[in-house]
C-alpha cells in the first residue's frame, strides 16, 4: 500500500498477556517512530529507527518495552506483561527526512485495550 | 512535565470566520514548531511548521505565528471550513543532530460550525 500499515487497528486483551504491534512503513523510508497516546494525553515518543538500529529508545515506558526492526522495513513493538495503564492508541510513523521537518507520516494506530 | 501545552481543549468557530488555536512551550531548544492534524481513526497528518528564526510562515489558509520572547506559537485558519473540523496538535523539536523526537501537546478538538 502507499501509506504506512499498522496491525491489529483494535486489540483488546487481559491483565498481565503479552502483545504484539505491527508497522509496515512506507516503502523506502529509512526512519520509523513509534507513540502512543493515552486518552486525554498528547502523542508520547517512545523510540526511534534508523534502518534497523534505535539510536534512541528514551521514550520506552519500563522494560516491559520493546521494539524491533528488521530488514530495515517492518516493526514490532512488544509489551509484556501488559498493565492497565498501557491502554492507548500506538502509533507508528515513517520518514525519509529528519523529524524536525515534520514530514511523518502516521499509520492509523493500533488501539489497545488492557482489561 | 509538560513541554508543549495546548490549553484549550475544544474550540467552535463559525464558518467562514478565523480559527484561532493556541499553543505555549517552555524548553528553550526547541527551534522548529508544528502542527498536525487528525481526523477520527486517522493518523496525524502534518500541517504545517515554522522556523524559529521566523515569526510567520503561510500556507494558503493557514498561517503560523511564532513568539519566541513569550514563547507562544498561534494557527490561524482564515476562512474557516467545515472540513477543517479535527483535532489539532502542537508539536516542537529541536534540529540538533541526533534529535529525532518531537514533543506533541495534548490537541485542541476544532468544530466549524456551518
Known amino acids: 500500500g502507499a501509506g504506512v500499515s499498522q496491525s491489529p487497528s483494535n486489540k483488546v486483551t487481559e491483565k498481565g498477556k503479552d502483545v504484539e504491534l505491527r508497522c509496515d512503513p512506507i516503502s523506502g523510508h529509512t526512519a520509523l517512530y513509534w507513540y502512543r497516546q493515552s486518552l486525554g494525553q498528547g502523542l508520547e515518543f517512545l523510540i526511534y529507527?534508523?534502518?534497523?538500529?534505535?539510536?534512541?529508545k528514551s521514550g520506552l515506558p519500563s522494560d516491559r518495552f520493546s521494539a524491533e526492526r528488521t530488514g530495515g522495513s517492518v516493526s514490532t513493538l512488544t509489551i509484556q506483561r501488559t498493565q492497565q495503564e498501557d491502554s492507548a492508541v500506538y502509533l507508528c510513523?515513517?520518514?525519509?527526512?529528519?523529524?524536525?521537518?515534520?514530514?511523518?507520516?502516521f499509520g492509523e494506530g493500533s488501539r489497545l485495550t488492557v482489561l | 512535565d509538560q513541554q508543549v501545552k495546548q490549553n484549550s481543549p475544544s474550540l467552535s468557530v463559525q464558518e467562514g470566520r478565523i480559527s484561532i488555536l493556541n499553543c505555549d512551550y517552555t524548553?528553550?531548544?526547541?527551534?522548529?514548531f508544528l502542527w498536525y492534524k487528525k481526523y477520527p481513526a486517522e493518523g496525524p497528518t502534518f500541517l504545517i511548521s515554522i522556523s524559529s528564526i521566523k515569526d510567520k510562515n503561510e500556507d494558503g489558509r493557514f498561517t503560523v505565528f511564532l513568539n519566541k520572547s513569550a514563547k507562544h506559537l498561534s494557527l490561524h485558519i482564515v476562512p474557516s471550513q467545515p472540513g477543517d473540523s479535527a483535532v489539532y496538535f502542537c508539536a516542537a523539536s529541536s534540529s540538533n543532530f541526533g534529535n529525532e523526537k518531537l514533543t506533541f501537546g495534548t490537541g485542541t478538538r476544532l468544530t466549524i460550525i456551518p
Open positions: 524548553n528553550s531548544m526547541f527551534d522548529y
Open positions: 529507527f534508523q534502518g534497523n538500529s534505535a539510536p534512541d
Open positions: 510513523a515513517s520518514s525519509s527526512r529528519r523529524a524536525y521537518t515534520g514530514e511523518l507520516f
